[in-house]
């Protein structure tokens, strides 16, 4: 299927649910039209890795096991990679080696314009106002992308104007969901 014009956004979901690993990878266009979906096999560390690796499991699987293979696997090459948690965006940078956010809803009362950046604390975190009505969004991006951050914004709010911005996660949360209940783990 052909694409339109402007940014290709990929979604990046990796999760720890009880001790078992798996993440999803939804490559869409700005309509939010699936473009390519990737997802891992639920990987359950055994008793000796947990021993072996010690602190370090974690973050080797989310990172350098998951996060890595679903980068490397769709075909469809997003512009820019978002994710829900924040400790991931220097990883999918590494791997991914295109922009890579972190991208989470806030209840905020909206902005006055859309396309509006507001510091948040820190350099790197900012409340943006990506279409005319819905609470910012909670924009984190990381220090080497600070100059890229207008025209992250300005993809994103493009986006905005055909598809609501997070709802990918939800159906990336239902497609692994519906995986789980017809495969054994």
């Given at each position: 299927?052909?694409?339109?014009?402007?940014?290709?956004l990929?979604?990046l979901?990796?999760?720890?649910?009880?001790?078992?690993?798996?993440g999803?990878?939804l490559?869409v266009?700005?309509r939010g039209?699936?473009?390519?979906?990737?997802?891992t096999?639920?990987?359950?560390p055994?008793?000796?890795e947990r021993?072996?690796?010690?602190?370090a499991?974690?973050?080797?699987?989310?990172?350098?096991?998951?996060?890595?293979n679903?980068?490397?696997?769709?075909?469809?090459?997003?512009t820019?990679?978002?994710?829900?948690?924040?400790d991931?965006?220097r990883?999918?940078r590494?791997?991914?080696?295109?922009?890579?956010?972190?991208?989470?809803?806030t209840?905020?009362?909206?902005?006055?314009?859309?396309?509006?950046?507001?510091?948040?604390?820190?350099?790197?975190t900012?409340?943006?106002q990506?279409d005319?009505?819905s609470?910012?969004f909670?924009?984190?991006v990381?220090?080497?992308?600070?100059s890229?951050t207008q025209?992250?914004?300005?993809?994103l709010?493009a986006?905005?104007?055909?598809?609501?911005?997070g709802?990918p996660?939800?159906?990336?949360?239902?497609a692994?969901?519906s995986i789980?209940e017809?495969e054994p783990?």
């Open positions: 299927m052909a694409e339109r014009g402007g940014p290709v990929g979604y979901l990796v999760e720890d649910r009880e001790g078992v690993f798996e999803a990878a490559v266009d700005t039209i699936p473009l390519d979906f990737r997802y096999e639920p990987v359950r055994t008793r000796l021993i072996l690796y010690g602190s499991l974690d973050v080797y699987l989310r990172e350098d096991v998951l996060l890595k679903l980068v490397e696997s769709v075909e469809a090459k997003p820019l990679w978002i994710l829900r948690d924040r991931l965006i990883a999918a590494r791997h991914a080696k295109v922009a890579a956010v972190c991208l989470e809803s209840s905020a009362s909206p902005l006055d314009q859309v396309g509006i950046l507001e510091p948040q604390g820190d350099r790197t900012f409340l943006l990506a005319p009505i609470a910012p909670r924009l984190a990381t220090e080497d992308q600070l890229q025209k992250i914004s300005a993809d709010v986006a905005a104007e055909e598809m609501e911005l709802e996660f939800s159906r990336m949360g239902k692994l969901e789980r017809h783990l």
